[in-house]
């Protein structure tokens, strides 16, 4: 083992926020070539596809935003839960039962005004999602039930309870799929190829909608709350030293479960995307294990905002662009990309700290150089 | 003449720049039970840490029978026969007796024949000193008398003939006491020696035939304990060190602000550390409490400033109850009501290490006007008075965005006490104000806490430090097993006295 010791306070910011995440990202994807190459096909070409995919043409990128949308909520909710030093596991589910928030609002609400029933879905999708993070956070905070293993439960007890919802109650009776009837045109969001019509620009359907800009706001709401309020100053307390913030009269047990509520309710509005932008009407598992990636979203852009949006851009890359890889290069299956996933968390989670000491003071020692110079 | 079981020899042993165990000589005879008395931080448990190779000295040298030896692990030591009872225990909770005690010394991969053979051995050991210990019983459901006695079982088993007890009796009950030094005599009888390292006097008087006093890092004395008595062990064991005395005009009383009645309060293990304690402090007084660290002064400020739950008793201030074992405010509601809580440990209780200085610096206050409006923090305010409050603290360096542990003990000390302190509380509850800062910075922190009495403020101050106790001080209390065993006015009360009540002597 190394035993570099860096002294934290003359590392520059940029060195541990930007160039480490680059540098442990460079390596995923240099594995994740080799991978490509050992499967038969030749990487650059790879590269060059993802590229094109995601980039190259105006659907192709709309694609990427719609993932990165998805991404964005999830990410954020792991990161929220993460500053009260909470492992939020349980984004899946909760985005699972945030959707059936949107959904039964929107049926049920559809009646009134049309902006009025966008914001109504949209806190509907947050109350459900919050309502389900609350739960294993009230167990954690009063009976010390650790939340990394009951929110992993609950992803399973939502799916089941979806799936029971899905078959016996809400599903649509002229059809045998396990999905619920669409929801009246007029209330959906507007899409992206709505918005370009407008413009004059005929393009083709993609998912993108109306939400992406929910989660820019998202991202402003998370930087807002835990930076510049006294809950977020509160949370961070208690996730740095419960002792503390006993001391400080601040409550560990409110802030848990204040924390894990939003967590979740963030979580919960990844169903706004799937829901009122793009099927809308529940299908069964539609969150897809977005949830699982936000984890990874959120270790990446080390749990801020400014961070969590080019990652939650670049897993957007990788889905769209993979899906275009697997496409044109046979040798390439999906899973391949769900092993480029697993590297990227990898080297940006599990291996954080593999190559940080030796980067940090790498720099400290050049930029003291230049300043003895 | 015999040589002695273990003779120590010039050992030095600094960590960064305090020096641990300067120069440390002793002469440990074969059978006898030795005693090691010194205050807190006077290098006592250093030294046996040494002897019992958790630390390796930075000079010196140690015999065992004679013949030099190199302690560099735990596994050395108890190879030369040396064992150790800590005063925390090292004990898996979830395993039996047995387990314990073999573990680290199986001896075999399938337990079979020799696990048979342990618990036999066990079995005599066990008969020889009448321990009286079921193998079978698992850890978590013994007492802590009990889990002692394993763990001086463990160090017999492995062959132990010197034995070094760290502060033993600090979490037994008077009766499981009398068990323990029953022990330790047939254990002598037997021809084992013994080390008990402890600041109790009575139990050097009642135990030892030998004993060695340390103070600050340095031996001071050897003497055989028939030859010596109480009184000269304390006054050798708190030394005449020079006073830092502090400017202090003549004490201007007011009325009884605090007052505590019959109080009582439990720490997380449920043991009661402190007992029918009762207490008044006036505005314009320092009322400082003496004490060896673990006496019950931790439990007792946590419990004044509503962190911890009452046992039984109550709390008044300004004559109106603010704790009984009901109901109690918490530390924030006491902050409103004016009562400013400087905790004894800084980096687990008074500040959050990974949070910048100046969030810190409203740490507790943040939900107040100005530092935050209907939730939101004002961090134009938050920063000028963070500005404002480190220059006049002299926090170096002044830089409010700094992580807070870059900075020194000292001026993270300093940071604290700004933050407690700007708000004017009424009462001041202090804890070890000083622990851990350098010389400068003592200065300047008794001053403040000298100014905040002057202004009005009633002050209990809580320190091991008997200097600190005496230079600032209007009165003093001394704390010993939780109850208060003696009360001085601060003006010809001397070191020995102090430190006679503080031993549980007097």
């Given at each position: 083992m190394s035993n570099i010791v860096v002294d934290k306070s003359k590392v520059p910011w940029w060195v541990s926020n930007v160039i480490v995440p680059l540098v442990n990202l460079t390596l995923a994807l240099l594995v994740s070539g080799l991978f490509v190459f050992i499967a038969g096909e030749n990487p650059i070409e790879a590269v060059k596809l993802i590229i094109y995919g995601s980039f190259g043409y105006i659907q192709g990128f709309a694609y990427t935003l719609y993932y990165t949308t998805n991404f964005i909520f999830t990410g954020l909710a792991f990161a929220v839960a993460f500053h009260c030093r909470l492992f939020n596991i349980g984004g899946e589910g909760q985005a699972y039962i945030g959707g059936l928030g949107v959904f039964l609002v929107a049926i049920n609400l559809s009646f009134l005004p049309v902006p009025i029933v966008w914001l109504l879905a949209i806190f509907g999708a947050f109350l459900f999602g919050a309502a389900w993070a609350y739960i294993p956070a009230y167990l954690q905070s009063k009976r010390g039930s650790h939340v990394v293993i009951t929110t992993i439960m609950f992803n399973f007890i939502a799916s089941s309870l979806m799936i029971f919802l899905l078959v016996d109650v809400i599903r649509d009776t002229n059809q045998m799929a396990p999905h619920t009837v669409k929801l009246p045109e007029e209330i959906w969001l507007p899409s992206f190829e709505a918005f370009s019509g407008i413009l004059g620009i005929k393009i083709r359907y993609s998912p993108l909608n109306l939400t992406f800009l929910l989660a820019i706001a998202s991202l402003f709401f998370v930087w807002f709350l835990v930076w510049k309020t006294k809950w977020g100053y509160e949370m961070r307390a208690v996730g740095h030293n419960t002792q503390a913030a006993i001391y400080a009269g601040i409550s560990p047990h409110k802030n848990i479960i204040i924390a894990m509520c939003i967590s979740g309710g963030l979580a919960g509005l990844l169903g706004v995307n799937e829901i009122l932008g793009v099927s809308h009407k529940i299908q069964a598992g539609f969150p897809a294990g977005y949830g699982f990636t936000g984890i990874a979203v959120a270790?990446?852009?080390?749990?801020?905002?400014?961070?969590?949006?080019?990652?939650?851009?670049?897993?957007?890359?990788?889905?769209?662009?993979?899906?275009?890889?697997?496409?044109?290069?046979?040798n390439i299956t999906r899973y391949m990309f769900v092993a480029v996933q697993g590297l990227i968390i990898l080297f940006s989670g599990a291996l954080e700290n593999l190559f940080r000491p030796q980067i940090e003071s790498f720099f400290v020692r050049r930029l003291n150089r230049e300043v003895n110079a | 003449m015999v040589s002695p079981i273990l003779e120590l020899t010039d050992i030095n042993k600094s960590f960064g720049h305090v020096q641990a165990n300067k120069k440390i000589n002793l002469k440990i005879n074969k059978g006898t039970i030795h005693g090691i008395i010194g205050e807190n931080g006077a290098g006592k448990s250093t030294l046996m840490s040494i002897v019992f190779g958790l630390y390796q000295a930075n000079s010196g040298s140690i015999k065992i029978n004679g013949k030099e030896i190199n302690l560099r692990s735990p596994r050395d030591s108890i190879i030369n026969g040396i064992g150790m009872v800590h005063q925390h225990f090292m004990l898996v909770e979830n395993f039996t007796v047995l387990e314990n005690i073999i573990l680290g010394f199986e001896g075999e991969t399938v337990f079979g024949e020799k696990l048979q053979k342990a618990k036999e051995d066990l079995e005599k050991l066990c008969k020889t000193y009448n321990f009286n210990i079921d193998l079978d019983a698992t850890i978590s459901d013994l007492s802590v008398g009990f889990r002692q006695r394993v763990e001086i079982l463990k160090s017999l088993y492995r062959g132990a003939e010197i034995l070094i007890l760290d502060e033993p009796t600090g979490v037994l009950t008077p009766q499981e006491v009398d068990e323990l030094f029953k022990i330790l005599r047939s254990l002598k009888d037997e021809g084992k020696t013994i080390v008990l390292i402890t600041h109790k006097l009575i139990e050097i008087m009642d135990l030892t035939s030998e004993v060695s006093v340390?103070?600050?890092?340095?031996?001071?004395?050897?003497?055989?304990?028939?030859?010596?008595?109480?009184?000269?062990?304390?006054e050798m064991m708190v030394g005449r060190s020079v006073l830092l005395r502090v400017d202090k005009k003549e004490i201007k009383k007011g009325e009884t602000i605090f007052k505590v009645n019959n109080l009582s309060v439990k720490d997380d293990l449920d043991v009661t550390r402190v007992k029918d304690?009762?207490?008044?402090?006036?505005?314009?007084?320092?009322?400082?409490?003496?004490?060896?660290?673990?006496?019950?002064?931790?439990?007792l400020?946590?419990?004044?400033?509503?962190?911890?739950?009452?046992?039984?008793?109550?709390?008044?201030?300004?004559?109106?109850?603010?704790?009984?074992?009901?109901?109690?405010?918490?530390?924030?509601m006491l902050k409103e009501k004016g009562l400013a809580h400087v905790p004894e440990d800084r980096q687990r209780m008074g500040l959050i290490g990974d949070f910048k200085a100046y969030e810190n610096l409203i740490f507790g206050y943040h939900d107040q006007e100005p530092y935050s409006k209907s939730a939101i923090l004002n961090n134009k305010e938050i920063t000028e008075y963070s500005n404002k409050v480190m220059q006049e603290y002299d926090v170096r360096p002044n830089s409010p965005n700094l992580i807070t542990s870059n900075f020194s003990g000292g001026n993270q000390q300093k940071i604290i006490l700004s933050r407690e302190l700007n708000e004017n509380p009424k009462v001041l509850l202090v804890g070890q104000p000083t622990r851990g800062v350098d010389i400068g910075a003592i200065e300047f922190i008794h001053q403040?806490?000298?100014?905040?009495?002057?202004?009005?403020?009633?002050?209990?101050?809580?320190?091991?430090?008997?200097?600190?106790?005496?230079?600032?001080?209007?009165?003093i209390i001394v704390m010993f097993d939780g109850k208060i065993v003696g009360e001085k006015e601060n003006k010809n009360v001397t070191d020995r006295e102090l430190g006679l009540l503080m031993a549980g002597v007097a």
């Open positions: 270790l990446m852009g080390r749990n801020h905002p400014i961070g969590i949006l080019p990652a939650a851009f670049l897993f957007g890359i990788l889905y769209q662009g993979g899906s275009e890889v697997t496409f044109e290069m046979p | 340390m103070r600050q890092g340095e031996m001071v004395g050897h003497t055989k304990t028939e030859d010596t008595s109480k009184e000269q062990l304390a304690v009762n207490l008044e402090i006036c505005s314009g007084e320092i009322l400082g409490i003496a004490g060896v660290t673990g006496n019950g002064q931790t439990e400020l946590e419990a004044l400033s509503g962190i911890r739950k009452v046992e039984s008793g109550s709390i008044e201030l300004f004559g109106e109850k603010i704790s009984d074992q009901n109901n109690f405010l918490n530390p924030r403040r806490l000298i100014d905040m009495r002057d202004k009005g403020a009633a002050i209990l101050l809580a320190s091991v430090e008997l200097d600190e106790i005496l230079s600032l001080s209007d009165r």
